[in-house]
């Protein structure tokens, strides 16, 4: 524990930084030592994030109360650019490349190695040949962003870090949207990094990673510093963590429900899909799969397994091109042709990506609720206000929306809440089966929570749940039935009792054998 | 919904809390909060006071006024249609030439056809529907940018007109064509000035505004959905209602309310109805707000994307005919760059460009501050170049404007 009695990289003490009307953070203390991993979790809208933006001058100085410390010195940053100048570097949650630039030009985009506005192509590709090397990246420099994947991404994020000479690297729920083995490399990486001397700031909701990798563990809660955990001096368990973060403890991370397996509901067969613009590429082949009422069904698979577009296809065709195969309701086929008729037939699909496919940010959380089935709210074509209210209200209230009222905007509510809105939107088209996929993405430990009941509370009432999840303890916490999915086919299918994360990878790297 | 009542009892203080917020909030933080919306209604009454003075009161002068109306009669109206082109995230560069097309088909049919107005007007309607609709198919069906296709249709209509014209003014018109825009209602009481019926009009105007705000706020009140002080409630309806009066009555002491005026009155209703009560409304704002989003949500985004054009182009065929009608010829040159000034206004008016926000109002106001300083500016002799500098600084102060607004309140 030599690096305790060493001066610390950074210190931030008493930040207070106000909004109208919310004490965003209140007296929060953070102390990193040299070369360390610091791992700093919460709640969503803990803090966290209105944290580091204090800390990387995305907020200046003046606009909050409280000092700064930066190897001993205290500092007052104008702008990210201050930041970055002494070494503190920030890889946010949504990634900052541009998309049609290569790997070189993102890396030293703004700051390019030029003459006189020239820029000396051999030097810089040899630099970003050397930090790729670092980052374990093995692509050409030329490589256009927009063809790697996520992973590979954010890897580019991190040597484009690196080319500024950092020396305390922040990231923010880096492997939010990475596999199981990109978000290993990218951990593996921040303790090779933690080697040479670099400390690491890590805002992460995967307790399991953040119990891997840091040395020290503050939690927020609530715009305060509830705790600062040492992992060094002591085994703390993911349960202890969550206390902090909830306030409250959590003894089962996954609500109890007994299982009332009733008929089947859904019942697609011979499902296939061909890619949208590539006609030759099959993407689903031959899917198909049941689910009864009162029971939540899971899709487990890698990312890029064909989950999502299977959902959105059957979601009225909302994905890909010759889509054969049928759908059945309680025994008699439906169409699901166009979005209209899948909720019309009792579908509901709450999408991946909330922001860019489930919600009208602008709007508030009233319409964003009765954007489905306005009609249900409407005479003649003429929307009853009062009724409108009143539906906003009692989805609100039956979902646990925290908001000061219906009428403010989605984009200003936490990723959690979000969540909700989204599903109470499709509750109120009164669907039979709810098709949710990755339900639970970026929101917080608690939130999560909230949002298991609310799914095991359907399935209580009858509705069909079919659960598309990359959390594999999510689905084996939650599913009564587990199908495997693996490049566009099933693979496999368990049943709650038998299934373990080693059974669903084994079945997925077995397929990839046999193709 | 009753098995998740677990959930309801958690949350059940919202709606006390937005009361308690609501007596708290004071005159003062309504205004900051609606800063935007009051904004550009503060904005035409000072410009309007500002001409007013530098024109020796010639801009409030009802012969002047009457003017003011006519003159922008068919820019309020085309920006209705504009405002829900751009809330669903397009833009209609051809609404100038539509109208100037329409316009040109109209005298055609009227002076070389001799075909009574009557026919004429339905069937011109008609046209700019299917101009609207053709430009709109391959928009929303073939996903080309709104851009391209309407700087399309602006270059196609342009040379249309011209050769419909061949190149002539065509005119003048039957009486009862004209009337549709130099028309007056006429006194029913026989006074003639100043005229009763204006100003009865006017009165009653005001009073139904007063009486649906007034309901309308008891119904907010009801459901505790109202964050709108009640001294500032009856300043603001006070003010609006005394400002129609006021105007009726000026109005009255020339020749009363010209029928444009109430044809554009009954657009703005019908519109302002259609955005913030109907179905069909609320999904337009959706489209813009986020297509995929409103499109995974069972919305037929095509069909709707398509009919916002159509209407455009309808609208835009009223507009042609009104300005045909007012001055009593077709020109090749008639709409020149009044797509400018329809986009200018609604924009002025708040809309964002990138779709999802605007109202029909804020459009309206938008129009008449365009509309009040060119009528000001002419009155005032300021040359058509420093006009067309001045225009085009309010409308980039104005967005400005939003902007900082938008950045302070994040």
Not at chain 1, 25 to 48: F, Y
Not at chain 1, 64 to 93: D, L, T, W
Not at chain 1, 334 to 360: F, H, M, P, Q, W
Not at chain 2, 9 to 20: C, P, Q, V
């Amino acid at each position: 524990m030599a690096w305790k009695s060493m001066e610390p990289i950074l210190e931030m003490r008493g930040i207070t930084k106000s909004f109208p009307g919310v004490k965003a953070l209140d007296d929060v203390n953070l102390k990193v030592a040299r070369g360390e991993i610091h791992a700093l979790v919460g709640e969503n809208g803990a803090g966290k994030s209105t944290l580091m933006k204090v800390l990387s001058g995305v907020y200046p100085h003046g606009s909050y109360e409280g000092e700064i410390f930066f190897e001993g010195r205290p500092v007052a940053f104008s702008g990210i650019s201050n930041s970055e100048k002494i070494g503190i570097i920030i890889i946010h949650q949504e990634l900052a490349l541009v998309p049609l630039l290569s790997i070189a030009e993102n890396i030293f985009l703004g700051n390019e190695i030029a003459t006189a506005g020239v820029i000396d192509w051999p030097e810089t590709n040899a630099r970003t040949e050397a930090l790729l090397r670092k980052v374990g990246l093995r692509e050409k420099p030329s490589t256009r962003v927009d063809t790697l994947g996520v992973g590979k991404q954010q890897l580019v994020e991190i040597a484009k870090a690196l080319s500024k000479e950092v020396k305390l690297l922040i990231l923010d729920e880096p492997t939010a949207a990475l596999q199981e083995n990109d978000s290993e490399k990218l951990l593996d990486l921040l303790l090779e990094f933690k080697s040479h001397g670099i400390s690491s700031i890590l805002i992460s909701h995967k307790l399991n990673e953040v119990k891997r990798v840091a040395d020290t563990i503050t939690v927020l809660r609530d715009g305060r510093t509830v705790s600062t955990l040492d992992c060094q001096a002591e085994q703390i368990s993911e349960e202890h963590i969550i206390r902090d973060m909830v306030g409250r403890d959590m003894a089962h991370r996954y609500p109890e429900r007994t299982p009332k397996i009733g008929e089947t509901l859904l019942e697609v067969s011979g499902w296939n899909v061909w890619h949208p613009l590539q006609s030759e590429r099959q993407m689903i082949r031959n899917v198909s799969l049941t689910v009864a009422a009162g029971e939540v069904v899971g899709i487990a698979g890698l990312m890029g397994s064909g989950r999502t577009e299977f959902a959105m296809s059957l979601f009225g065709r909302s994905y890909g091109r010759n889509i054969s195969g049928t759908v059945k309701l309680r025994g008699s086929e439906i169409d699901v042709s166009t979005v209209n008729r899948a909720i019309a037939n009792g579908l509901a699909y709450v999408t991946e990506d909330r922001k860019a496919l489930g919600l009208i940010l602008e709007e508030n959380v009233l319409r964003n609720t009765t954007l489905a089935s306005l009609m249900r709210v409407a005479r003649n074509g003429v929307i009853d206000n009062a009724e409108e209210r009143q539906v906003a209200e009692r989805y609100r209230r039956a979902l646990g929306v925290r908001t000061p009222s219906v009428f403010q905007k989605v984009m200003n509510l936490s990723g959690g809440n979000q969540q909700k809105v989204v599903l109470g939107k499709w509750l109120f088209t009164e669907p039979e089966v709810l098709i949710l996929d990755e339900p639970t993405r970026g929101i917080d430990v608690g939130a999560k929570f909230e949002i298991y009941g609310i799914i095991n509370e359907l399935a209580g009432q009858g509705k069909g749940v079919l659960m598309i999840s990359s959390e594999m303890p999510e689905l084996l916490g939650m599913c009564d039935r587990i199908y495997v999915m693996n490049e566009g086919a099933i693979v496999g299918e368990l049943a709650a009792s038998e299934a373990s994360q080693e059974k669903i990878m084994s079945m997925i790297v077995r397929s990839k054998s046999n193709v | 919904m009753s098995e998740l009542s677990a959930h309801q009892r958690k949350t059940a203080e919202g709606l006390g809390e937005a009361k308690a917020e609501a007596a708290m909030s004071s005159i003062g933080s309504h205004l900051q909060t609606h800063v935007r919306e009051y904004g550009m209604l503060i904005a035409l009454v000072v410009i309007m006071g500002f001409f007013q003075v530098m024109t020796d009161g010639t801009l409030m002068r009802p012969v002047n006024l009457t003017n003011l109306v006519l003159q922008n009669s068919y820019i309020v109206i085309m920006a209705l249609g504009m405002l829900l082109v751009i809330v669903a995230g397009h833009i209609d560069l051809s609404v100038g030439s539509v109208a100037g097309f329409v316009g040109a088909v109209a005298a055609v049919m009227l002076v070389q056809y001799d075909i009574s107005p009557l026919g004429v007007i339905p069937a011109c309607l008609l046209l700019g529907f299917v101009i609207g609709a053709a430009q709109g198919y391959w928009i929303a069906y073939w996903r080309i940018p709104s851009f391209i296709v309407t700087l399309a249709g602006m270059l196609v209509f342009r040379g249309l007109t011209l050769w419909v014209l061949a190149g002539q003014s065509v005119g003048p018109f039957p009486r009862s064509f004209q009337l549709l825009s130099t028309g007056f209602i006429p006194d029913l009481f026989g006074v003639g000035r100043p005229n009763v019926t204006a100003i009865l009009l006017g009165a009653i105007t005001a009073a139904a505004l007063v009486f649906m705000a007034m309901r309308n706020r008891q119904r907010h009140t009801k459901y505790g959905m109202e964050d709108e002080p009640f001294a500032f409630f009856l300043a603001k309806n006070g003010l609006i209602a005394a400002a129609i009066v006021f105007l009726s009555y000026l109005l009255s002491t020339y020749r009363g309310f010209p029928n444009v005026l109430i044809t554009m009155a009954v657009l703005t209703v019908i519109y302002t109805f259609l955005t913030n009560s109907t179905t069909v409304g609320r999904r337009i704002y959706a489209l813009g707000g986020n297509e995929k989003a409103a499109k995974l949500s069972g919305i037929r985004t095509e069909r709707l994307t398509f009919l916002t054009f159509a209407n455009m182009g309808m609208l835009a065929a009223l507009a042609g005919l009104i300005f045909a009608a007012r001055l009593n010829t077709a020109t090749p040159k008639a709409g020149v760059g009044f797509e400018l000034d329809v986009i200018a206004a609604v924009f002025i008016g708040g809309a964002s460009m990138s779709g999802g926000v605007g109202k029909i109002t804020g459009a309206v106001v938008g129009a008449f501050i365009m509309g009040v300083m060119n009528n000001g500016m002419s009155i005032l002799g300021i040359g058509i170049d420093y006009q067309q500098v001045i225009k085009g600084l309010v409308l980039l102060a104005a967005v400005i404007f939003d902007v900082y607004n938008k950045n302070k309140a994040a």
